[in-house]
């Protein structure tokens, strides 16, 4: 994936395989998935940001996380700003794509099957974030 103009962090391929590990670059930087159930981000429930791996942009409050009992961490809204959205036509499928809004980083997709009060169901790989404990 290339950076596009509009994402303040901007690396070369270079620089974001230094920066990042060979699992997280290939999910952030070339659009891949984690198998399903393998992020301990699943079963984390304390409050607290989940940030993006790459930059470290609040992504998501805990508030909003639920389980989907997809194998990947879920929630019902980002933070205001915090994320884009691209179609994505992989796969012999339309999916609308999320990234993180400050580095481009590929997050997961958004779906319209997930709970009130949104009814939308952000999945995301587990690898393209990292938890920050927080207190209410």
Do not use: I
């Not at 230094?18 to 290939?26: F, G, I, M, T």
């Not at 993180?100 to 790989?125: I, S």
Request: charged letters at 25%; a negative charge.
């Amino acid at each position: 994936m290339s950076d596009s103009p509009e994402t303040p962090v901007r690396c070369t391929d270079a620089e974001w395989r230094e920066r990042l590990s060979p699992a997280v670059y290939q999910v952030l930087r070339q659009h891949g998935t984690e198998r399903a159930g393998s992020s301990p981000l699943n079963r984390e429930k304390r409050p607290g940001t989940f940030r993006c791996a790459g930059c470290g942009q609040p992504l998501f409050d805990a508030s909003a996380k639920f389980d989907s009992g997809t194998g990947w961490p879920s929630f019902t809204e980002p933070l205001s700003g915090a994320v884009g959205t691209t179609t994505d036509d992989s796969h012999f499928m339309v999916r609308t794509e999320v990234h993180c809004q400050k580095c481009g980083g590929h997050l997961g997709h958004v779906f319209p099957d997930g709970p009130a009060p949104t009814g939308d169901r952000y999945c995301m790989n587990g690898v393209a974030l990292e938890f920050e404990p927080g207190t209410k």
